[in-house]
């Protein structure tokens, strides 16, 4: 439960009453709750590297804190089945990002 409590530190000592979808993820593993696989990645290079790891296709989305409604916001790109896909989303979202040089969460497409 070390992770958990070191998770919530950091975001409390970061003056934050919410969580990224990631530590979210993070926090619900911590606890045995399966998540989708996900990676995070801050530019190009380590986002391609993440859904190379976990296999189209994938999920693109902002990763932030800062930003709640990704969806609503156009910061949220669904079935990416191959790497020009994913290039593509990862312009796209980077320009509409509220948040520059914000994380971007790589997920595994889960349907369900």
């Not at 970061?14 to 606890?31: C, F, G, H, I, W």
């Not at 399966?34 to 995070?40: F, Y």
């Not at 190379?52 to 930003?67: N, R």
């Not at 910061?75 to 320009?95: C, H, P, Q, S, T």
């Amino acid at each position: 439960m070390k992770e958990i409590e070191n998770l919530l530190k950091e975001a409390m000592g970061q003056n934050r009453r919410t969580l990224s979808e990631y530590e979210s993820s993070r926090l619900l593993m911590a606890y045995g709750i399966p998540t989708a696989k996900g990676a995070l990645g801050r530019d190009w290079d380590e986002v391609k590297k993440a859904a190379a790891k976990i296999g189209y296709p994938v999920v693109l989305k902002v990763c932030s804190p800062e930003v709640s409604h990704k969806t609503e916001s156009g910061l949220v790109a669904v079935g990416l089945r191959n790497e020009a896909d994913l290039e593509a989303a990862f312009k796209r979202i980077g320009e509409a990002s509220p948040v520059k040089d914000a994380d971007c969460l790589v997920q595994e497409m889960v349907k369900g």
